[in-house]
């Protein structure tokens, strides 16, 4: 007979009972196919097994286990049919599943830790249903967070040690006791080098499930902080999640739940007031970093909840004189409600936040009624805002306007579409996107109003003529604009005021200007190499609110390619039975998202936007 770890031949013997195989002396210590994992096959047929699976039965007898699946199989027929599966039967293991055995017939030492009494010796069963839910949490506060900064580290290699101990499968057995409050768990763990002891492990907890005490027998358990502790309080922890999914009451015992209908999880809302996103499986999820704080719940103290004006002003003042005598800067002047100085601006801020639904109505038509100029007011407006997105005040009229670029954004939203993010366009929230198309269009655009006057000079229009222009605001609803790109003063018509508004279409090499203007539905073929332009495109809508904001009653719409000198000149007319359906969405948008947004903004800082409805 070999060593124990060499190539141990291990004699096989019929054995009766568990009581005399216990008999069996050390020296002639003999184990069976059950106790070594892998050494029996689960499935009948040799061909229907996997590769590991034969590997790990010819190790068990120490074969060879190199070649192919058919080589395996091969093998372990000839092991088989000459009775050497069960003459040349091993410990693979390292003689792992020697000690267990010898745990279970009780033939290894015990080293039991020194408790001086304190620990129940009788009252141990192997139910542990009555034991509290331990964690990784329950471990961690153990191990770790509960001893000082200078000897965690030294409880931290214990930690991950356990964890492959309780792996190993060196947790041989756990027992529970309930007594006076408190739950006594007694183990019994394999050590890793020494073969011939068990170290028995005990271990005080509190009904709640926190570690008071633990005890280990062996050198390093003095502390209670030993890897054999771990490995408990991991076996421990599987056990209780395994508890977890297991219902104690059968389904058939409960109420039946099949005719139960769904809980509502939230409250019902409109298809137009959902957000709908899809899921992009390329993409990492990102974790809602923001805390999780009820909707509307107020977390100060009752006290600090409701504060007077007189106290807000004394604590805007102290922090003024701070940062006068330091030089520091406090963010909280910024934060705190603060005197605003009277200007002539259209939306005054708001002194106290939230405010009331009646203040908001009335900040409404506050504001409203600052849209609305008279006519000199809108004269004035438009001589001084002839510099376009040059001049400040050009931009400052349009903002809180609904402007003709806009009006096929407003206009086309469906009753089931969000309009969060088209109310954030109108009023600019968003940063202004130039790409190289628009820059250029700017760039081109006295280019094109020069050879647009040209064509129409060459075309027998000899006292056409183009003027500048700048911001328009519509004198009966002010809260629309238009700024067309000129204005046209055509005396061979009966009505010769009208407008200009020039586009630049960016064209490939062999493509043509009819191509473009066909293939982008800027217009329709009509027949006999006739284009007319589209009614549904958005440089329509654009026109059409310029003529109504001005008053003019057609338009010269000029589209240039990015490549030649080739003009499509169309005069377009102004279309009141298609304005008469456009004008109430403009209306409609502008009195439900605009006003609330501009009097309680809520969408420029990235909350739910304003739902209000005034009569």
């Not at 509190?206 to 408990?232: E, F, Q, W």
């Not at 297991?246 to 209908?261: D, G, M, Q, R, V």
């Not at 604009?481 to 960016?506: C, F, N, R, W, Y």
């Amino acid at each position: 007979m070999h060593g124990l770890f060499g190539w141990t031949e291990i004699k096989m013997a019929s054995i009766a009972n568990d009581s005399k195989l216990s008999e069996t002396k050390e020296e002639g210590f003999i184990l069976t196919e059950d106790d070594i994992p892998g050494a029996v096959l689960q499935n009948r047929n040799v061909e229907a097994c996997s590769v590991v699976q034969l590997k790990r039965w010819l190790i068990c007898r120490g074969a060879k286990t190199s070649g192919k699946k058919s080589a395996l199989v091969s093998r372990l027929k000839h092991y088989v049919e000459n009775g050497l599966d069960k003459k040349y039967l091993r410990d693979p293991d390292n003689g792992a599943n020697i000690m267990k055995k010898k745990a279970d017939l009780g033939l290894l030492d015990k080293r039991e830790p020194q408790t001086n009494g304190k620990f129940p010796k009788e009252g141990f069963n192997s139910d542990l249903n009555a034991l509290p839910k331990v964690s990784f949490g329950t471990i961690w506060r153990y191990m770790i967070d509960s001893v000082d900064s200078k000897k965690q580290l030294s409880t931290a290699k214990p930690l991950v040690k356990g964890f492959n101990f309780y792996k190993s499968g060196n947790v041989h057995s756990i027992h529970h006791l309930k007594e006076s409050g408190k739950h006594f768990i007694k183990s019994q763990v394999l050590p890793s080098m020494k073969k011939n002891l068990i170290y028995q492990c005990q271990i005080v907890m509190s009904s709640i499930g926190g570690v008071l005490k633990a005890y280990c027998g062996c050198p390093a358990g003095i502390d209670g902080r030993c890897n054999h502790v771990s490995a408990t309080l991991f076996a421990l922890a599987e056990y209780c999640k395994e508890r977890e999914k297991i219902s104690i009451e059968s389904c058939t015992s409960k109420p039946c739940k099949w005719n139960i209908p769904r809980k509502r999880k939230g409250p019902l809302s409109p298809i137009s007031a959902m957000s709908f996103h899809k899921h992009d499986y390329s993409k990492q999820v990102k974790t809602d970093r923001t805390p999780n704080i009820k909707k509307g719940k107020d977390v100060r103290a009752i006290h600090q909840r409701e504060w007077s004006d007189a106290k807000v002003n004394n604590m805007l003042q102290t922090i003024k004189d701070y940062q006068t005598k330091s030089g520091n800067i406090v963010g909280w002047s910024h934060i705190l409600p603060q005197e605003v100085k009277e200007e002539d601006t259209i939306v005054s801020p708001l002194k106290v936040l939230p405010p009331s639904l009646r203040e908001i109505s009335e900040k409404c038509k506050e504001i409203e009624k600052k849209l609305n100029l008279e006519e000199k007011e809108i004269t004035k407006v438009e001589q001084k805002t002839r510099g376009q997105s040059e001049d400040k005040l050009w931009n400052y009229h349009r903002k809180c306007r609904i402007t003709a670029s806009k009006c096929y954004r407003v206009a086309s939203l469906k009753p089931t579409t969000s309009p969060t993010k088209a109310l954030a366009d109108v009023l600019q929230y968003n940063k202004q996107y130039q790409s190289f198309a628009m820059n250029q269009g700017l760039e081109k655009e006295e280019e094109i109003e020069r050879l647009y006057v040209t064509s129409k000079h060459n075309s027998g229009y000899r006292n056409l003529s183009v003027e500048p222009c700048g911001l328009f605001i519509s004198q009966s609803h002010g809260f629309l604009a238009a700024t067309p790109d000129g204005l046209v003063s055509d005396p061979h018509v009966s009505q010769p005021l009208g407008l200009l508004e020039m586009k630049l279409i960016q064209l490939n090499d062999s493509e043509s200007l009819r191509q473009g203007l066909l293939q982008r539905r800027i217009c329709k073929d009509c027949g006999d190499n006739h284009l007319k332009m589209n009614t549904g495109h958005k440089y329509f809508y654009q026109i059409q609110q310029q003529m109504f904001v001005t008053q003019r009653k057609w338009t010269d719409f000029v589209v240039k390619g990015s490549t030649g000198n080739e003009l499509y000149i169309e005069r377009v007319n102004f279309n009141s039975e298609f304005w008469e359906s456009v004008l109430p969405k403009l209306c409609n948008f502008f009195q439900l998202q605009v006003l609330p947004e501009m009097s309680y903004p809520r969408v420029k800082y990235g909350l739910a936007r304003c739902q209000l409805r005034f009569e």
